[in-house]
C-alpha cells in the first residue's frame, strides 16, 4: 500500500468558538488550494504561535525542549504524516532517524506540528484524507508569517467569501462539526 502523501504548513492558528479552550489550526496544501482545519488545545497553539513569530522564552517550553532532547540523543525527525482521522480527530506518526533505525512513533497531531515547526521537518497528510476533510479554496493562503501586509486585505475578503461557501456547503450536507469549524475560521478572519 503505497498511498499518495501531500505536503502541508501551518497557514492560521485562531481560536475555536465550538469548543471552550480550543484552537482551530488550519494546514494548507503547498502549492494547492485545500486547506485543513484541525481542532488542538490551547497550550499546543501557544506553542505554535511562539515558533511561528520567532518568540524565544526565557526558559524551554515543552516541545522545545523535546526537540532538544531528541537532537542530543542524534534523533532527527523526518517527517510527520496525519495518517488516519476518526470522527474529527486526526492521528500522526512522528518519523525519525537514530542512527541507521527509522523510527515510528505515534503522536497528536497537535504535538506532532509543534514539533515539525522547531526542527524544520515536513508535515504530511495521506490525499484521500485531505480530499475528505479539506476546505477547498481557489488559491492558497500565504502562511500567517509571510503574508504580505499590502494584499492582506483582498486575500482575506477573497478567503472569507470561499469560507462562507465551505460553511453553507457543510450545513446542506448537515456536517455540523464542520460547519462549527469553519464558522470558527470565518469569525478569526472577521477579527483581522
Known amino acids: 500500500m503505497n498511498k499518495k502523501k501531500i505536503e502541508l504548513q501551518v497557514l ?13 489550526m488550519v494546514l494548507g496544501e503547498i502549492n494547492g488550494p485545500r486547506q485543513l482545519p484541525v481542532i488542538i488545545g490551547s497550550a ?13 522564552p526565557p526558559r524551554p517550553l515543552t516541545h522545545t525542549l523535546f526537540a532538544s532532547v531528541l537532537k542530543v540523543l542524534g534523533a532527527n525527525l523526518l ?8 470522527n474529527g480527530v486526526f492521528y500522526s506518526y512522528l518519523y525519525m532517524k537514530a542512527e541507521e533505525t527509522i523510527l515510528r512513533i505515534d503522536a497528536r497531531t497537535s504535538d506532532a506540528v509543534a514539533l515539525a515547526l522547531r526542527m524544520d521537518a515536513p508535515i504530511f497528510v495521506y490525499d484521500d484524507i485531505l480530499e475528505a476533510e479539506c476546505l477547498k479554496t481557489e488559491h492558497s493562503i500565504t502562511p500567517m508569517k509571510e503574508q504580505d501586509p499590502d494584499e492582506a486585505p483582498a486575500t482575506q475578503q477573497k478567503t472569507l467569501e470561499q469560507l462562507k461557501t465551505a460553511l453553507q456547503n457543510a450545513i446542506d450536507e448537515e456536517d455540523y462539526e464542520r460547519a462549527a469549524q469553519l464558522r470558527d475560521i470565518i469569525n478569526q478572519h472577521k477579527k483581522q
Open 12 to 24: 492560521n492558528i485562531s481560536n475555536s468558538q465550538a469548543q471552550a479552550g480550543a484552537y482551530a
Open 44 to 56: 499546543e497553539a501557544q506553542s505554535m504561535m511562539i515558533e511561528m513569530r520567532g518568540i524565544v
Open 79 to 86: 517527517r510527520v504524516l496525519i495518517y488516519k482521522v476518526d
